[in-house]
Every structure is written in C-alpha cells, then in structure tokens.
T-cell receptor
Framework: NAGVMQNPRHLVRRRGQEARLRCSPMKGHSHVYWYRQLPEEGLKFMVYLQKENIIDESGMPKERFSAEFPKEGPSILRIQQVVRGDSAAYFC???????????????FGPGTRLTVT | DAKTTQPPSMDCAEGRAANLPCNHSTISGNEYVYWYRQIHSQGPQYIIHGLKNNETNEMASLIITEDRKSSTLILPHATLRDTAVYYCIAYQGGKLIFGQGTELSVKP
C-alpha cells in the first residue's frame, strides 16, 4: 500500500509565476490536509478537504492560495503570483474516513520544497 | 484543541529508554493524545495515540495519567535514527495543531 505521494518534490518558481503542488492520498483515504513549514519554523495547518468539498480553510492565506480535491485525481494546492515569502516546505497528509477521532491519524507525504527566486 | 506543553529539548543515550513528557492540563474529554515526530526535514510521522488507557505499538508506548492532564511517550530502546522533533497534540479530528515539540537527540 503506497503512502501519500507528493509531486514535485522540489519546485523552483520565479516571482509572479504560479505553483501547482499535487498530493495523492493513501488508498482508501478520502480526507486530505495541507500544511506549510516555513524555514526554521513549525508546521502550520492550511486547509482540510474531502472529495469535492473544502471542510476547513482557516489556515489558508486570503489571497493567491487555493486548494481542491476533485472527484477524480489528486488534490492540488495552487499558489498564484508567488512571492519569496512563499518559499517553504508544503506537506500533504491523508486520513481514512471514520466516525471518531480514534481513526483520524493523518499520514504525511514527503513534502514539496518550493523555492521562489 | 487543548494546548500542550513539552520541554524544548532532551538527550538520550543510544540503547536506553527515551521518556518524553507532555502536559495537557486543559484537555477535554473527547480529545485524544496524539504523538508525531519529524526527522530532519521529512514529513511528520505518526507514532501513537490514546484516549484514557495506556497504549503500545511497535514503535512506542504511551502512558496517560489517570486525570489525563499529562502523558509520556516512551521509546524503549532509542537508536540514532530516533533523533527527531517529537510533537504531542491534543486532537479531536480535523486540523493538527503543532507546537514547538521536543527535540530529542540520541547520542552514541
């Protein structure tokens, strides 16, 4: 059973370009979460999605950032008009569906390192 | 989610048990105690979780006090590869809120 897949692993963009980060959850997982880790800082929650629905986007910056998890295909985190401050590691996690927090363990991917030049 | 408090750093000798404490005095009845770790700049790794009872798996043991205000993660025989930042999180689903964690250094 393959783990959470993220691609690309490293992404370099110039200021003003768009960055698209992809996340394929573990087989059977229908919940996806995105987290960001700025250099020398801790992990910060960004957004929580289920298939075709955004459940919690309280950690998403108000502008330039969007996320989707379509019925078919991977989850996408999109950053428009990137700036140097967007340089960070972006981690995706997935969890299985379940009625209680006991089944909510999240499994993380290896991350995408975004560098904005 | 309840706030957790952990020591910023700890050392442990290779082969010895590593005991990582966590205080969560404001934890609510439906919040689980979850432990994750992050090795260098890799993705966080789930370790173990529990509600009231002590738990054990192939990676670690989790001891939760009877009043649930604190817990201890135990790595029974620490190896150099266990050097990482360990996060204790009070969790009831949805987003994980990571604190600063404990930086564990396992030394030969």
């Amino acid at each position: 059973n393959a783990g959470v897949m993220q691609n690309p692993r490293h992404l370099v963009r110039r200021r003003g370009q768009e960055a698209r980060l992809r996340c394929s959850p573990m087989k059977g997982h229908s919940h996806v979460y995105w987290y960001r880790q700025l250099p020398e800082e801790g992990l910060k929650f960004m957004v929580y999605l289920q298939k075709e629905n955004i459940i919690d986007e309280s950690g998403m910056p108000k502008e330039r950032f969007s996320a989707e998890f379509p019925k078919e295909g991977p989850s996408i985190l999109r950053i428009q008009q990137v700036v140097r401050g967007d340089s960070a590691a972006y981690f995706c996690a997935s969890s299985p569906p379940g009625p209680a927090a006991s089944s909510y363990e999240q499994y993380f991917g290896p991350g995408t390192r975004l560098t904005v030049t | 989610d309840a706030k957790t408090t952990q020591p910023p750093s700890m050392d442990c000798a290779e082969g010895r048990a590593a005991n990582l404490p966590c205080n969560h005095s404001t934890i609510s009845g439906n919040e689980y105690v979850y432990w994750y770790r992050q090795i260098h700049s890799q993705g966080p790794q789930y370790i173990i979780h529990g509600l009231k009872n002590n738990e054990t798996n192939e990676m670690a043991s989790l001891i939760i006090t009877e009043d649930r205000k604190s817990s201890t993660l135990i790595l029974p025989h620490a190896t150099l590869r266990d050097t990482a930042v360990y996060y204790c999180i009070a969790y009831q689903g949805g987003k994980l809120i990571f604190g600063q964690g404990t930086e564990l250094s396992v030394k030969p």
